[in-house]
């Protein structure tokens, strides 16, 4: 009888996979079990709950516990990591790999067979070291709220974008004047449930309590991280690269007078510039293997500007590159505009990359090829 495949979903540090309803993995997880049965695998997808801002040791801490508390069969693991997801999982299953409050990480790394890291940043990225400013906290928290309402309830209030969009200014970063953030926040809250604004709440809180994280992202930190953590033999390694189309004058016309979408294109462009500013000296070349894998499905080598809005491109390949795509941060997870699907494809960032449904099942497709050859 075949064994029982556990695939754990992993989310990154927007980390709202723990709000219930709010499904951050919602069109993965379909998809991901459609694909694998069609391959003839059993499998169980599980989202691991994990800190949003913590440190990556604290963070792989909670996977294996993820993995100790549900993969109870005894059969193959295989970690799909979303941004530090992907980070979460190396740490897992390095050798020797110390995490707080777990006695025996090896026990639940002996399991895994494989590692898919989707647009993760294993070579760092600009944008965490201006998320861990105070700005930078204040604008990663919003971006949180904002993408947990627009997952929830398919929109954004109007009246609220309306006064927002005008103040966003890309001067070295992002500006945002406190009273507004505050009447942002108190707009989005009133929209949900009582019970999901004490969640979103708790969330808010753990990010404001621990936020280690951030500057464990940085390139010249993930340098230490990439030379010091390994996979060990038999587990099979892939990763998904996403490369976004770079804020134009184009895209601002295409966007239209829709506030939602031109304070969606502000914050890309916002946020864009900032994550294609990596220091020279901390984005090595890429590999060879990696190169032609990105030339052949970009047609040229991605330049140190080019990201996906969070991530820098030549900072996600890791292993064997899966599929190289064109889509931003979250489009990969199925949060692209599609009202049309049964159910909705919600957008994060008007990016104007063109990322759709077909490219969504092709991307998960490819995974779950991968996961379905690494089992037993």
Excluded: K
């Amino acid at each position: 009888m075949a064994a029982v495949h556990d695939v754990y979903l992993i989310p990154g540090f927007f980390g709202f996979a723990n709000l219930g309803q709010i499904s951050y993995f919602g069109h993965v997880r379909r998809a991901l079990l459609a694909e694998l049965a069609a391959r003839g695998v059993e499998a169980r997808v599980h989202v691991v709950r994990t800190a949003p801002t913590a440190s990556l040791p604290e963070r792989a801490a909670r996977l294996a516990e993820a993995i100790g508390a549900s993969g109870r069969g005894g059969g193959p693991v295989h970690l799909v990591g979303h941004s530090t997801g992907g980070l979460d999982a190396r740490l897992l299953v390095s050798p020797g790999a110390r995490l707080p409050g777990v006695r025996a990480p090896a026990r639940a790394a002996a399991r895994v067979r494989s590692i898919v890291s989707v647009a993760t940043p294993h070579q760092g990225t600009p944008v965490a070291a201006f998320f861990a400013t105070m700005r930078g906290q204040r604008l990663l928290q919003l971006l949180s709220l904002s993408t947990m309402h627009l997952l929830h309830l398919g929109q954004l209030p109007i009246s609220a974008l309306l006064r927002a969009v005008g103040t966003l200014a890309q001067v070295d970063g992002v500006a945002l004047e406190r009273g507004l953030a505050d009447e942002l926040f108190r707009r989005l809250l009133a929209d949900f449930s009582v019970g999901r604004r004490r969640a979103v709440g708790g969330l808010l809180r753990e990010v404001a309590r621990d936020q280690a994280l951030l500057l464990q992202l940085t390139p010249e930190a993930m340098a230490v991280f990439d030379a010091a953590v390994s996979a060990p033999p038999g587990v099979r390694c892939g990763s998904v690269v996403t490369w976004a189309r770079r804020p134009s004058l184009r895209s601002r016309v295409a966007t239209g007078l829709d506030p939602a979408g031109q304070l969606s294109r502000a914050l890309y462009g916002a946020l864009h510039g900032l994550a294609s500013t990596p220091p020279r000296a901390a984005l090595p070349p890429l590999a060879p293997g990696h190169a032609r894998a990105l030339l052949r499905a970009y047609g040229r080598e991605p330049g140190a500007d080019a990201s996906d809005g969070i991530v820098p491109t030549r900072s996600q390949p890791w292993g064997r590159v899966l599929t190289a795509v064109r889509g931003d941060h979250l489009d990969v997870l199925g949060h692209f505009g599609d009202p049309a699907a049964d159910p909705p494809h919600v957008d994060w960032l008007a990016t104007g990359t063109g990322f759709d449904r077909r490219a969504f099942a092709q991307v998960w497709r490819r995974i779950a090829s991968f996961l379905s050859l690494g089992g037993e």
